[in-house]
């Protein structure tokens, strides 16, 4: 999926600032590898060489930080650049969401 139509998607499902996007379950195992495979099944090998860090976080997403430093949260299949996620408005893709 190309990011346009990832951003679309976010946009249609994210009606405010506070709104709860819902996607299918992400699959169940190592938050790392999990985000690592989706992320890269969106997302070129340079915007994510590796997962240097990620968490579950309780909507049953992962936030993810790669090598390179760029934050991405993982729904399903889906993945987004935390910088695409932030301009809608959706919670949980600070660093603080590690800790």
């Given at each position: ?6 951003i ?27 985000a690592f ?19 579950w ?9 790669c ?33």
């Amino acid at each position: 999926m190309n990011r346009l139509a990832t951003i679309a998607t976010f946009a249609a499902l994210a009606t405010s600032a506070s709104a709860q996007v819902q996607f299918g379950p992400t699959e169940a195992g190592d938050a790392a590898v999990v985000a690592f495979k989706v992320i890269n099944s969106n997302f070129e090998d340079a915007d994510c060489p590796s997962v240097r860090v990620a968490k579950w976080l309780e909507d049953g997403s992962v936030f993810a930080i790669c090598s390179n430093g760029e934050r991405f949260r993982v729904y399903g299949k889906i993945s987004m650049k935390c910088s695409a996620v932030e301009k809608l408005g959706v919670a949980g893709c600070d660093n603080a969401s590690v800790r």
